[in-house]
């Protein structure tokens, strides 16, 4: 089970820091991600960590302002979110991704992501 929360309103050019915590021993046996759905749209990736915390990859939209880390003793992942903008409000989802899939290929997947959080929403003003 995957808890997430830290959102709110922020104004733009704000920081934010997202939490998800799992539940359970084996987190070590996921990659993660964080997916976001803004109203009216898709949900659509944002950021995903491998699951020993080496690597990570970013949406191109929020590449240089998300960093995306992982404390594996604490079942935790995160999101630091700085110079927030506007166009960033939607409801942000963490999942789950089972490490014995390509992390290459899938981490943008949606459909491959087998637990999802139930999401904490982030409003950016302007």
């Known amino acids: 089970q995957l808890q997430a929360c830290g959102g709110g309103l922020v104004q733009a050019g704000g920081s934010l820091r997202l939490s998800c915590v799992a539940s359970?021993?084996?987190?070590?046996?996921?990659?993660m991600g964080w997916f976001r759905q803004a109203p009216g749209k898709e949900r659509e990736f944002v950021s995903a960590?491998?699951?020993?915390?080496?690597?990570?990859y970013y949406a191109d939209s929020v590449k240089g302002r998300f960093t995306i880390s992982r404390d594996n003793a604490k079942n935790t992942v995160s999101l630091q979110m700085n110079n927030l903008k506007p166009e960033d409000t939607a409801v942000y989802y963490c999942?789950?991704?089972?490490?014995?899939?390509?992390?290459?290929?899938?981490?943008?997947?949606?459909?491959?992501?087998?637990?999802w959080g139930q999401g904490t929403l982030v409003t950016v003003s302007s």
């Open positions: 999942a789950a991704l089972n490490v014995a899939l390509n992390w290459h290929d899938r981490r943008e997947r949606r459909a491959d992501y087998d637990y």
């Open positions: 359970g021993r084996t987190f070590s046996s996921f990659h």
């Open positions: 960590i491998t699951w020993s915390g080496a690597l990570t």
